[in-house]
């Protein structure tokens, strides 16, 4: 079965600084890779997403992921944060052939002034 | 891509009883999922929600507790029942537009049940 680990289940940043989010994956097959964004009391918003093609992927609101296949990673970054960018961040696997995701513990992300 | 609105939003239970909560979305979808997000946690997938035939759970999940519609290709509801405190959680409907492994699940804002 697929799993997702996230590093961290609370990261803080001040406004301005790099944000990381780090997620690792164990998958028997190449994985279809997803991040997504949930912001206080509101489902979950897709922040980007890695199927095939390019490793590095580019999302909303600044955020890029990159696939690494000999880290079994796919760590969630931006350049500068806001503070609009607080909120919690899963990371998510696909199940092959089943529609489904496995989804990481989530990281908290908090920015402060 | 499609809209997902879903009802009620929120809910304060008291135990024994039941809840039905209900997904519709503004177009035809090929899957929904039902996912719960207890405090704390990630989410745990219930069920996929089939059009015109039961439901198929995940391990750890019943019918009996956790019963689905999906009348259409629409519309499905997810039933708690007999609450306890411990379904206190979050319950999210999603949508596969595709079906396919490499196509995001759409989420709905999900439903925040206490059940006290």
């Known amino acids: 079965a697929q799993s997702v680990t996230q590093l961290g289940s609370h990261v803080s940043v001040s406004e301005g600084a790099l944000v990381l989010l780090r997620c690792n994956y164990s998958?028997?097959?190449?994985?279809?890779l997803f991040w997504y964004v949930q912001y206080p009391n509101q489902g979950l918003q897709l922040l980007l997403k890695y199927t095939t093609g390019a490793t590095l992927v580019k999302g909303i609101n600044g955020f890029e992921a990159e696939f690494k296949k000999s880290e079994t990673s796919f760590h969630l970054t931006k350049p500068s944060a806001h503070m609009s960018d607080a909120a919690e961040y899963f990371c998510a696997v696909s199940e092959a052939d089943l529609g489904t995701l496995t989804f990481g513990k989530g990281t908290m992300l908090l920015v402060s002034p | 891509s499609a809209v997902i609105s879903q009802k009620p939003s929120r809910d304060i239970c008291q135990r024994g009883t039941s809840l039905t909560i209900q997904c519709q979305v503004d177009s035809q979808v090929t899957m929904m999922f039902w996912y719960r997000q207890q405090p704390g946690q990630s989410l745990t997938l219930i069920a996929t929600?089939?059009?015109?035939?039961?439901?198929?759970?995940e391990s750890g999940f019943v019918i009996d507790k956790f019963p689905i519609s999906r009348p259409n290709l629409t519309f499905s509801t997810l039933t708690v029942s007999n609450m306890s405190p411990e379904d206190s959680s979050i319950y999210l409907c999603s949508i596969s537009e595709t079906g396919l492994s490499n196509s995001p699940l759409h989420f709905g804002n999900g439903t925040r049940l206490t059940v006290t």
């Open positions: 998958s028997s097959v190449p994985p279809y």
């Open positions: 929600a089939n059009q015109g035939s039961e439901a198929t759970y």
